[in-house]
């Protein structure tokens, strides 16, 4: 048996399971098994109130979980599944109140990375319909976004029948694109690689952002947030931590935590960044945000929550 087929079991028998996937890896658990999703709540610290997005690889299942799919939410996930973004839509009842934390919506997501997509899909050959899956980090802290950081992570909450699924360093590196689909026209819950451009060009419809009263954990001002102090567009001093675009230079006994020579490279690496001024015990980073619009807001987004 393969390390996947034996994951796709372990969920299927109620046990945890960290994913990679393209955006952080997530901690998977059977969407439909409440005593599964409330040991997911126990490893990350998480309060229950506190809503999950649940992943499949069949786009078809999208009926199982949402009660309506305006004709708008349908285009977006033809162009943009399987990938970094999460439809939230009503509920059917499948979606039960442990999963959706009491609210009459669910979010839903087809993640691209290949490990994903075969777990899930083995999970539902066994008769599985959708794994939810938080962030596989304990709660407000940073996301993982390799296997070693999962392990760093949670290894001592997890037990001996969980599994930890390698998959490399995310591609994305920020957590996904959420799109509320409840209103006339699509409104941007949380920033990332799908952006707003995006967005109105496969559905012609312009999109609201924010304002939401919808639980959004990732939403709250504190988040995302390692140990070291995390100040944005500062002076950098001998000692401390920088994260900044590789065409800006590293002052003397500075250090250089990321140098990416893109947006891309800058979302991929930041939460790697992050993690590493921990490891090096450092207790102050400074951040250089990278200007513009799409990726760049969801990092600065993602900064400014790290750096409270
Ligand atoms: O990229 C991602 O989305 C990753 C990977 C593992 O898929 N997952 C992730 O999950 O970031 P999590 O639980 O860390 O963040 C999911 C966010 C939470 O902030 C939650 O509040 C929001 O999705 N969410 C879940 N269901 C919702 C709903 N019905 N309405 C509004 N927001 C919802
Ligand atoms: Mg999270």
Redesign the pocket.
Known sequence: MTEISRAAKALQEGHLVA?P?E????LAADATNPDAVARIYAVKGRPAD????V?FSNSDLITKWAAEVPEYAKQLAKAFWPG?M?L?LKRTELAGDFI??G?D???L?V?SHPVALKLLSEFEQLGGLGAA????NRFGKV?PTNATAVRAELGEYLSSEDVILEGGDSEVGI??T?I?CTTETPKL??L?AITADMITQVTNREVARGG?N??????LASHYAPNARVVLDQVVSPGEGLIALASEPTPDSVIRLIAPVDVEGYAQQLYFALRQADALGLSRVVAITPKGEGLAEAIRDRLQRASF
């Open positions: 994913m996937t955006t952080v890896y997530g506190h809503p999950l997005i992943h970094p999460s939230v959706t934390g609210q919506t669910v979010a997501r993640p899956a938080p962030s596989a996301s957590e996904s959420i509320d819950l949380r990332g939401s919808i639980r959004v954990s990732g939403s």
